[in-house]
């Protein structure tokens, strides 16, 4: 191999994002800290307080809450196995386990052990591992109650009566076996897709239940999902959400919180806003609707795409979802579930639509909108924004009663909402409300060792007065501070020479007309706030 080659071959790894996931930079980032920071405060307007969740969570939890048929948990999900690192179970092996069986003592502290690691959440809280652990402790019971045979009399006798005992042992110790290896003794965890079911978590977790309710959240952060990334669609994004759990399911509160998103859009000046509405019903008469659509879709179904077809066995309502173009003639033409709602979920719709026309919230009814995730009765809505192409919905949400005591809790109503906010931040840069780059208030042009320290005096001063500062590490030229100065978009330079600083009279350039101002030192924090409000 030559030298050259081998030289090419030693360069490093050039590493990329990971497809799906990508870097926020400046002066982007100032645009998702104003609508972050704008979210905060219309939330609190509303009485909505945040909670911060982890990133990671049992698999169950989102199997459980989104449904192990949906598209998101079936195959969008980052999952992990998570063996133990510390603690009890690291030193319980099966030979451990084979041994405590010939011994009470040790079992009892085996289980013990076991019982102690599934309060600690070492061992996943299931069903499965708690009903496992009983099953060891009760059939133990059993084995340790099969009397020992005596060793007494001929040593033939005694050997025959050991093989008894043996035999009379076998059935159970295959019945421990078989619960140990039930038992999942490390927990399979994922990156969250979504957070409605951690919100819920919580609640269980920290008996909400016993605030003043309902109990009204709000989260923000990175959410995952193995999609196809897109224009607007991520591996990695991010969602604002919010969350009511508890009290009562008056339509006013669908409506109030439909109406806190769309105050939200509307401090932002998203453009384009449409708000779609639709009401799926509950578990009276949605499976009844749901039939009836399977039966006419059944009816149709070779002029149906492949999707469509499959999707008639496994969730039919969501045939209604399809964008293909063939589809829509056929689709326009199925029962629509308004038709079919009991006279409760009828009459909670009317209400909802009747309480947002009462806050000026205009809303277009799409008997269409389903939604892709289980756990939605009643109220689900959508809205989109201009300029984000095929994936334009830039917020979805719903109600979910029942979902808390789906995942061990009391019954609680639910509703909330998720924004996307990378397509938020899409569309607000298309309709041009993307930031200008971040200038400098001033730029602190210094030459000469004095002027030096008067400089980072002066930074410091207008730094704690609020202003955004540049101060060069070395000296440089005036005229070549004034030109990066000029480069960083900074509105004032501040020239402090060694003249400046035996004076007491420093020199502001005002970068936009050149205009020069010669200052004393304390009068430069307030021509500078002057100048700054007059520019604001
Ligand atoms: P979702 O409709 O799955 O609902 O997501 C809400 C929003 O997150 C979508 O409208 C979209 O803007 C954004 N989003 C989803 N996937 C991606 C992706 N791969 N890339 C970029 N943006 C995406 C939920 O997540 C529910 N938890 C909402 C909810 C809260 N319902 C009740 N409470």
Redesign the pocket.
Known sequence: MSEGAAKKEEKPRKFQAIRGTRDLLPPETALWNRVEQTAHEVFATFGFGEIRLPIFEPTELFARAVGGETD?VSKEMYTFDDPPTTGFLLDEDSLNFVNAQNSPERMERLLSGLEASVESGEIANTDENRNAISSIRSVSKELFAIPEPSEEGPEDVAMERLFAYFDQRKPFEKKLRDAWFLLHKRDVISLR????ASVCRAYIEHNMQQLPQPVKLYYMGP?F?R?RPQK????Q?Y?I???VLGGSDAPAIDAEVIEMVMTFFDRLELQGVQLDINSIGCRECRPKYVELLRAELLKVKDKLGADSQRRIETNPLRVLDSKLESEQGIIAALPRIADHLCEECAAHYAAVKHQLEMRGVIYRENWRLV???DY?MRTTF?ITAQGLGS?N??????R?DGLVELLGGPPTKG??????E??LILSLQESGKGPAQQGRDVYIAWMGERAHATAIRAAKDLRKAGFSVELPPVEQKFGKALGQADKLGAKHALILGDNEVSEGLWTLKTLADGSQLKLPEPALIEHLRKSKAVSS
């Open positions: 998101i897709p979504e957070a409605t959410m999902r999609e607007g669609r991520y591996r994004f969602q959400g919010a969350e939604r892709g995730l939605y959508e994936q919905a830039v917020c979805g949400g719903g979910y509703i909330g909402f998720a924004i996307g990378d397509r």
